[in-house]
Nanobody, 125 residues
Framework: VQLQASGGGLVQAGGSLRLSCARS????????MGWFRQTPGKEREFVAA????????YYADSVKGRFTISRDNGKNMVYLQMNSLKPEDTAIYYC???????????????????WGQGTQVTVSS
């Protein structure tokens, strides 16, 4: 299984970016895909994820109302639309996949078996 993320970049505060992530291999009915982020000296932080079984999105409180996660029903792809970006959103964003997820595990990094290479998002003030 490989994850390929794209869409990071530099944007001014208040701007928008859209991240995309494609996963190789077949679709699993209980899979989840999403995003974590990390800044130097800090632990990886949950951002958003979506469960395939219920099509339910999950968000960190820090991004609710600003970020929207969606999926492509025909492919193993997820998108993260990031609006009203703030300087504190600056981080490396990692696409993740868990092939057997649930609402109880979807926000915890230790349950994700697959991690992408990371894409840098920089928000200038």
């Amino acid at each position: 299984v490989q994850l390929q993320a794209s869409g990071g970049g530099l944007v001014q505060a208040g701007g928008s970016l859209r991240l995309s992530c494609a996963r190789s291999g077949r679709t699993f009915s209980h899979q989840a895909m999403g995003w974590f982020r990390q800044t130097p000296g800090k632990e990886r932080e949950f951002v958003a994820a979506i469960l395939w079984s219920s099509d339910s999105p999950y968000y960190a409180d820090s991004v609710k109302g600003r970020f929207t996660i969606s999926r492509d029903n025909g492919k193993n792809m997820v998108y993260l639309q990031m609006n009203s970006l703030k300087p504190e959103d600056t981080a490396i964003y990692y696409c993740v996949a868990d092939l057997n997820s649930s609402r109880l595990t979807v926000t915890f990094s230790r349950y994700y078996q697959y991690w992408g290479q990371g894409t840098q998002v920089t928000v200038s003030s």
